[in-house]
């Protein structure tokens, strides 16, 4: 039998056990609380958001970075408060929203960044260009060897090594690979027709990994490799990426300049924010570049949350664009910024 | 007093409301208990006919077909589970194939020769690698093993073995190889700490009247002890295979998530489990899920039969000794 | 001709005992290697500023896992709550109540909820508690994990309720106690010890699951208040942590490893040397 002593210690240290995880039940403020899942696109960048707007104080939003496809499910069963999708809904996605919740759910642009191709070859330390062609060949298995002639020809002088390229890919549902393979479609007819574009798409070669750090994790550890990170992963991690020729002839390197031009060259913003940038014909543009979306439902079914969602969403695309740079996303265009406004106000 | 105020008790039957309420309560521990049971049946049945029900879509449009098709395109709309199932057998088939020598040999070891403390100290320790997460085995796999896989095991490997087909081609260091080498570290404990039990079980007078006939100690364990736990370390086997085909985390980091059927361990492949925690967060539209689903449930199936196997190994073991 | 033979079994017999302890020799390493390995690497990163600090945003460093070991437990606490009483209870019936044939197939029945790979009850929990509750929750993480501690409640509660001596119902029920007194009186607290020890294996076992917690509970990037929040757990922070390419975050992966190795080896030791104890005890 269990001395009597025992038993007060176990009894007590239940109980102080009990009140210390309920004493984490009820935090002090009666902050408001939203979650969000979606893309690691621009977790960087909103996890630095969300970070700060808590400690200005109004709302504790949680984002948990799942991809793209996660983001967009999350959001259309309701299991979240918003989503987060490089991915602009398609028609057939919006209806399922519409249909479900009874009111609409609207995308919108937060910052814009670029998918970069990150590399790993050993013995390479300087930047590589990329033809569309080179990058569609690697893509599509056509292209094996990192001397082949697709890669050679825009790097003359350039030592390749006769090493196999392994092809890394998302294994996971992301607006990454929208980016990308959307970019691919449009410079590749073969691409377009044998793969298409989506977040997650059956892949003729590669390895998968799980999100853009799983990318640039696999990059990192797997010499004669190839991938397509957001710019800041590339970045953060020190992998080296290499230039991409636009639709004007250009070797463009991703940057916050290219990354805007390339976003110049939209001429009319639709109703619904979905646009495509990749392939841009302005000068100086990087042609893998994209918009990024915050899903947002019309309505919500707390006022007080509908705020919290509105007044972030405005600070989000006003001073919330000041950190942006910092971490190698471009800004929203001020036109676009102008349009938001209103569309944020129909939020409640 | 003769005499009182209050009504005569009969005394025969003191406390009677005392008695009837312990009586009811009596009752009620009946019930609650009971309920508990059928309450666990309950979600049981509930689990059970939630994959059912929402495997449908897949079984209406692709059949039993599903299990045997190999291409997996959620853009597409066409799915099949065939590199899924090949995969989770494959490296449960690797896993055991490394886990039962090293688990039996071990048992041997600590059941026959160790002495009694040593043997019970080690099984003690071997009991806690049984404990350990399997998302820290993913760790280990990730940052220990495959560096170490890919600097020595492979190399040798190859330049040995490279004539099969089993052991060609590129290693990228997540592989079927480091999937089934994980998961072998995995189940190695179970295999152990059962079999050890018994083969202790085994009675003394076997192995004395086998040493009595002047066999040596190893021919005693090979020949008498071994076939007479025979049952016990199989089923420990079923119980590690049933261990290694659910496991999720530790494969899904090291595995390499491609859903591609190859002859070679060097090459990266997919399991059930990996490709079901990889892809239902965010599958949408219902033939994605409940293909997703519909995996779930052949999984469920497999482990299913395993069990069933196992109890039907123990059950005629027991007639046919009885 | 016959030294020969007998030579050969000699070496035979030495080979393969030799290579029995070698097997031995190599599991136990393993184990060790796994232990100091997490000692090493989490040890190092193991500061007060990990255990009582929130997540960083990525990029910036520092930053801790406070809230997924805070949230850990309470998942633990929400499975515990679920999985137990209806574990215990069950076997209490089973032990104590059930006929054989009920008795056998309700086992059969445990024994496939046991077999229901921990992935697939994460599914189940999000059809059955995220979605028409609409949020991800520590709730839901603890229903998954309850009922995965189900089948092993039941089974300790059965084994360690019979390994009771049939003397001690008798004496009770002699002295008049009622069936259902004797159980909860009697029977229980002699078989306390193990069905503990029980009850800390089984926490153990799914303190360390992911799976089920990634369709369940998600996660928090801060403190989740209440249980009807997503809520950081620790297992699912090492992974994410761990498949991450920053070094930062591995080494809080690292430390968060040791942490939940740490405590889950020291529930595992302490159940072991209740059980050790309790029979000794109770022979008293």
Redesign the interface.
Same mark, same amino acid.
């Given at each position: 039998? $269990?001395k009597t002593s025992d038993r007060y210690i176990t009894k007590t240290a239940l109980f102080s056990?009990?009140v210390f995880?309920f004493s984490?039940?009820?935090?002090a403020v009666a902050q408001v609380?939203l979650?969000g899942?979606g893309a690691t696109f621009p977790?960087?960048i909103y996890?630095?958001w969300? *970070?700060v707007y808590?400690s200005v104080g109004k709302a504790?939003i949680?984002?948990?970075p799942n991809g793209s496809g996660g983001g967009i499910k999350a959001v259309t069963?309701?299991?979240?408060d918003f989503g987060a999708s490089d991915m602009p809904l398609t028609d057939e996605q919006l209806k399922q929203y519409k249909s479900k919740h009874g009111f609409e759910v609207l995308m919108l642009p937060t910052v814009l960044g670029a998918a970069v191709p990150v590399y790993n070859v050993p013995g390479i330390s300087q930047e590589l260009n990329f033809t569309p062609e080179a990058l569609s060949g690697i893509y599509l298995g056509k292209v094996t060897t990192w001397n082949d002639p697709a890669i050679a020809k825009a790097n003359p002088g350039v030592k390749l090594p006769g090493s196999k390229i392994v092809v890394t890919h998302r294994s996971d549902g992301s607006g990454t690979t929208f980016c990308w393979t959307d970019y691919l479609s449009k410079v590749s007819p073969e691409w377009s027709s044998k793969v298409g574009k989506n977040t997650s798409v059956d892949w003729p070669v590669g390895l998968g990994?799980?999100?853009n750090?799983?990318v640039?994790?696999l990059i990192?550890q797997q010499p004669g490799s190839i991938g397509y990170v957001e710019l800041? &992963?590339a970045v953060? *991690?020190k992998l080296p990426y290499g230039k991409v020729k636009n639709k004007s002839g250009d070797f463009v390197k991703a940057d916050l300049a290219s990354v805007t031009a390339a976003a110049s060259g939209v001429k009319s913003i639709p109703a619904d924010y979905r646009i495509s940038i990749t392939d841009s014909a302005a000068k100086g543009a990087y042609p893998i570049a994209t918009f990024t979306w915050l899903l947002v439902p019309s309505k919500f079914s707390d006022p007080a949350k509908g705020k919290a969602m509105a007044g972030f969403l405005k600070w989000a695309i006003t001073e919330g664009q000041n950190s942006v740079e910092a971490?190698s996303y471009s800004k929203l265009p001020p036109a676009m910024v102008a349009k938001e406004q209103s569309t944020i106000a129909s939020i409640h | 007093m003769a005499t009182s105020t209050y009504p005569a008790r009969n005394p025969q039957l003191p406390l009677a409301g005392f008695y009837r309420r312990?009586?009811v309560?009596?009752q009620?521990?009946?019930l609650?208990?009971?309920?508990?049971?059928i309450?666990?049946?309950a979600?049981?049945g509930?689990?059970v006919f939630?994959?059912w029900i929402?495997s449908q879509p897949t079984m209406q449009t692709f059949g039993w077909s599903f299990l045997t098709h190999s291409r997996w395109d959620p853009n597409g709309e066409k799915f099949g589970a065939l590199p899924f199932i090949y995969g989770t057998c494959v490296t449960a088939s690797l896993a055991l194939l490394i886990a039962v020598?090293?688990?039996v040999?071990?048992s041997?070891?600590?059941a026959?020769?160790?002495p009694p403390r040593l043997s019970n100290i080690?099984t003690?320790?071997?009991?806690?690698?049984a404990?350990?997460?399997?998302?820290?085995?993913?760790?280990?796999g $990730?940052?220990?093993l495959i560096p170490m896989i890919r600097s020595y095991l492979v190399p040798s490997l190859t330049s040995v073995f490279g004539f099969l087909p089993l052991f060609q081609g590129d290693f990228y260091g997540v592989s079927l190889l480091s999937a089934g080498l994980v998961l072998s570290?995995m189940v190695?404990?179970f295999i152990?700490s059962v079999s050890r039990e018994v083969l202790l079980a085994v009675p003394v007078d076997q192995r004395e009247a086998a040493l009595a006939l002047g066999t040596?100690?190893?021919?005693t364990t090979?020949q008498i002890v071994i076939p007479n736990a025979k049952v016990g370390i199989i089923g420990s086997v079923f119980l590690a295979l049933?261990r290694a085909?659910?496991e999720?985390?530790a494969v899904t980091?090291v595995i390499g998530n491609t859903p591609k059927i190859s002859a070679s361990l060097l090459a990266p492949g997919y399991s059930?489990?990996a490709v079901?925690?990889n892809e239902?967060?965010e599958a949408s539209g219902d033939l994605y899920i409940s293909s997703?689903?519909f995996l779930?449930?052949v999984?469920?199936g497999l482990?299913?039969v395993? *069990?069933a196997l196992a109890?039907i190994l123990v059950l005629t073991t027991a007639r046919r000794s009885a | 001709m016959l030294m020969a033979i007998s030579q050969r079994?000699?070496f035979?017999?030495a080979l393969?005992?030799s290579?029995?302890?070698?097997?031995?020799l190599?599991?136990?390493s393993?184990?060790f290697f796994?232990l100091g &390995?997490?000692l090493f690497h989490g040890a190092r990163s193991l500061n007060l500023q990990f255990l009582t600090s929130l997540p960083?945003?990525?990029?910036e460093t520092g930053g801790g896992m406070a809230n997924a070991i805070?949230g850990s437990?309470?998942v633990l606490?929400v499975a515990t709550s679920i999985g137990v009483?209806?574990?215990?209870?069950?076997g %209490?019936?089973?032990a104590? &109540?059930?006929g054989k044939t009920f008795a056998f197939l309700?086992r &059969?029945?445990?024994?496939?909820?046991n077999?229901?790979?921990?992935?697939?009850?994460g599914?189940?929990a999000?059809? %059955?508690v995220?979605?028409p509750m609409?949020?991800?929750s520590a709730l839901a993480g603890g229903v998954a994990l309850g009922?995965m501690m189900?089948p092993i409640a039941?089974r300790t509660t059965e084994e360690f309720l019979r390994s009771v001596p049939n003397s001690l119902r008798e004496g009770s029920l002699a002295l008049g106690a009622?069936?259902?007194?004797t159980?909860?009186a009697v029977v229980v607290?002699a078989a306390?010890?193990g069905l503990i020890s029980g009850l800390m294996?089984n926490l153990?076992?799914v303190?360390?699951?992911?799976?089920p917690l990634?369709?369940t509970a998600?996660?928090?990037?801060?403190?989740?208040?209440?249980?009807m929040?997503?809520i950081a757990t620790l297992?699912v922070m090492?992974?994410n942590y761990?498949?991450?390419?920053?070094e930062d975050l591995?080494q809080q992966?690292?430390a968060a490893?040791f942490v939940?190795?740490a405590l889950?080896?020291a529930v595992?030791?302490t159940a072991?040397m209740i059980i050790m104890r309790g029979p000794a005890?109770?022979r008293r």
């Open positions: 039998m $269990i056990f009990v995880t984490f039940a009820q935090t609380s979650t899942a977790a960087p996890q630095k969300f *970070n808590q504790q949680n984002y948990q069963e309701g299991t979240v990994a799980k999100g750090d799983g640039a994790g990192k800041i &992963y953060k *991690n971490l | 312990i009586r309560w009596d009620v521990a009946y609650v208990t009971l309920a508990s049971a309450l666990i049946l979600v049981v509930l689990i939630e994959l929402s020598p090293f688990g040999m071990a041997v070891f600590l026959e020769l160790a080690l003690f320790l071997i009991e806690l690698l404990a350990v997460p399997s998302v820290i085995y993913g760790l280990i $990730i940052f220990v570290i190695v404990p152990i040596t100690k190893w021919e090979w049933a085909l659910g999720t985390m980091m059930i489990a079901i925690a239902f967060a997703l689903i779930g449930l999984l469920f482990t299913i395993i *069990n109890r | 079994r000699k035979v017999n393969m005992l290579l029995s302890g070698l097997c031995t190599i599991v136990i393993v184990l796994i &390995y997490l960083k945003p990525s990029g805070v437990f309470k606490l009483p209806l574990g215990f209870l069950a %209490v019936y089973l104590e &109540y059930s309700f &059969y029945v445990v024994d496939l909820l077999g229901v790979p921990s992935i697939v009850i599914i189940i999000y059809a %059955v995220v979605r609409k949020h991800y009922i189900i039941v009622t069936k259902a007194k159980i909860f607290p306390i010890s294996l153990a076992r303190a360390g699951e992911t799976a990634l369709f998600l996660g928090n990037m801060f403190w989740s208040r209440g249980w929040q997503p297992p090492i992974y761990a498949i991450s390419p920053e591995h992966a690292w490893g939940l190795l889950v080896l595992n030791v072991k005890a109770s």
